[in-house]
């Protein structure tokens, strides 16, 4: 939902009982939130994240607030992500902000496929081929269609999980070479490395992903504007953050208020010198109840 996909990631939902079965602030969505947060805070073999469901279908992943931290200098990832991290942990501190969390990571383990060229050219395939027959046994490749039924099914083909479970299993896949068969392992040599998964863009810049909850007492808007106070003070130069989804309406319509609160003065106006066919009594009728709301 919020890290892509992957082999090492899950995700479920939990359905809660109906609210009369559920009374009281101890039974809200963000008390759930909490004890999960406080029973799973022991698991040391993941990384558990919770969140409710979005107010409006269509609007981010989550309720609370998202957002997405912006590198727009162009710098490596792992300085973004350390300085992600930093900006992370000193939102952590600010009253208004009960969790703020990030499932990005640069330490997924992962290969490095690198082809020899040369000894490609010298066997008399390309190294497109051999790319593509890696592809294909170990990601997988759709090949045809089958009708049965009334229906079209499409046929993929991939090496059994046995024979692709290892580097040693490059010696089992082969390539053709004219009239012969010759094993991947020969063009081909594996570095494992570390590094993310994905790499996300927002609005033109590389981005990583923040889901969080405000904490109890404040609103949404105060944990916007808590977000826009530490990153102020706390990201480096170049470094920005953009908020998304139903959060970002949420930031823009905030600025909206006094254009919006002009609009409909002036919309009561006109309809006023409509009623009293004047230009001047609607004026002193809205300087009254003007005066009456202050006081």
């Given at each position: 939902m919020i890290s892509g996909i992957g082999v090492n990631m899950g995700s479920f939902i939990i359905q809660l009982k109906k609210w009369d079965e559920r009374p009281g602030s101890k039974n809200s969505v963000n008390s759930v939130i909490d004890l999960i947060y406080q029973r799973t805070a022991d698991v040391s073999t993941a990384t558990v994240y919770a969140m409710a469901p979005g107010m409006i279908p269509g609007y981010g992943t989550g309720g609370g607030f998202e957002f997405y931290t912006q590198d727009k200098k162009g710098g490596d990832i792992e300085t973004f992500f350390n300085v992600t991290q930093n900006f992370l942990a000193k939102l952590r501190e600010r009253p208004e902000i009960s969790s703020?969390?990030?499932?990005?990571?640069?330490?997924?383990?992962?290969?490095?496929?690198?082809?020899?060229?040369?000894?490609?050219?010298?066997?008399?395939?390309?190294?497109?081929?051999?790319?593509?027959?890696?592809?294909?046994?170990?990601?997988?490749?759709?090949?045809?269609?089958?009708?049965k039924f009334s229906k079209v099914y499409r046929v993929m083909i991939q090496a059994v999980p046995e024979s692709r479970r290892d580097e040693k299993s490059l010696n089992n896949i082969f390539?053709?070479?004219?009239?012969?068969?010759?094993?991947?392992?020969?063009?081909?040599?594996?570095?494992?490395?570390?590094?993310?998964?994905?790499?996300?863009?927002?609005?033109?810049?590389?981005?990583?992903?923040?889901?969080?909850?405000?904490?109890?007492?404040?609103?949404?808007?105060?944990?916007?504007?808590?977000?826009?106070?530490?990153?102020?003070?706390?990201?480096?130069?170049?470094?920005?953050?953009?908020?998304?989804g139903i959060t970002r309406e949420e930031a823009k319509g905030g600025n909206n208020t006094v254009v919006i609160f002009v609009i409909c003065i002036i919309f009561v106006y006109l309809v006023m010198v409509g009623l009293y066919e004047s230009l001047f009594i609607p004026l002193a009728v809205i300087f009254v109840c003007s005066i009456r709301i202050i006081r």
């Open positions: 703020a969390y990030s499932a990005f990571n640069i330490n997924y383990p992962q290969y490095v496929v690198d082809v020899d060229a040369a000894k490609c050219k010298k066997m008399g395939i390309s190294p497109a081929t051999v790319l593509s027959e890696l592809g294909a046994y170990y990601g997988g490749a759709y090949v045809s269609n089958f009708n390539v053709r070479i004219g009239d012969e068969m010759a094993p991947v392992s020969q063009f081909v040599t594996l570095t494992k490395v570390y590094g993310p998964l994905v790499q996300n863009r927002f609005n033109m810049y590389g981005g990583i992903s923040v889901n969080g909850n405000y904490a109890p007492g404040y609103s949404t808007g105060d944990a916007i504007k808590a977000i826009k106070e530490v990153a102020k003070t706390e990201l480096p130069q170049g470094y920005d953050v953009d908020f998304s």
